[in-house]
T-cell receptor
């Protein structure tokens, strides 16, 4: 499948800080999705983006679908300890999801 | 009620054994999937299945086979288990919408397979 380059690989921040992560690809996509995986659980959808330029929020989370359709970012504002987990970007490859390698987030109180 | 459930949650077995992992979804979705997550947390599609077609990732060994007794279940059978099969296996489901594209995928809690 098409490769999604996700960065950073990991982040170690203090509670209250804002976080930004992004995903890029050499291919054009019609959908960008952001999932979070808590330790010992399956991925859970946070935000789905379907249109180039679209900016969508879900509580303290904001994600944007890049205008070139080749990238997306996810911001988390005022992080809290329960934001800990692995965040994955994903695109729809036609028959399944194609995932980035994840950003591991650690938040200290 | 759990939307997508998998059993068992943990599976420890010897090399060479044959094992199955079960998946059930109560969302009424028509498409189900199996993903493999390796030790580096990389998630990779193994199979996509609905009542019309099975799509297999060409990198998946034929020791792995999905079996769907009905629309709500997609089980994963693994023959002759190898050490490298150790991973977390996730089942997921989604609803196909018009034009053939898929709606959001919902994931199960995962099955942690350890082959000794």
């Amino acid at each position: 499948g098409q490769q999604l380059n996700q960065s950073p690989q990991s982040m170690f921040i203090q509670e209250g800080e804002d976080v930004s992560m992004n995903c890029t690809s050499s291919s054009i996509f019609n959908t960008w999705l952001w999932y979070k995986q808590d330790p010992g659980e399956g991925p859970v959808l946070l935000i789905a983006l379907y249109k180039a330029g679209e900016l969508t929020s879900n509580g303290r989370l904001t994600a944007q679908f890049g205008i070139t359709r080749k990238d997306s970012f996810l911001n988390i504002s005022a992080s809290i300890p329960s934001d800990v987990g692995i965040y994955f970007c994903a695109s729809n490859s036609g028959y399944a999801l194609n995932f980035g390698k994840g950003t591991s987030l650690l938040v200290t109180p | 009620d759990t939307a997508v459930s998998q059993t068992p949650k943990y599976l420890v077995t010897q090399m060479g054994n044959d094992k199955s992992i079960k998946c059930e979804q109560n969302l009424g979705h028509d498409t189900m999937y199996w993903y493999k997550q390796d030790s580096k947390k990389f998630l990779k599609i193994m199979f996509s299945y609905n009542n019309k077609e099975l799509i297999i990732n060409e990198t998946v060994p034929n020791r792995f086979s999905p079996k769907s007794p009905d629309k709500a279940h997609l089980n994963l059978h693994i023959n002759s288990l190898e050490l490298g099969d150790s991973a977390v296996y996730f089942c997921a489901s989604s609803q196909e919408i018009s034009g053939g594209s898929k709606e959001t995928q919902y994931f199960g809690p995962g099955t942690r397979l350890l082959v000794l």
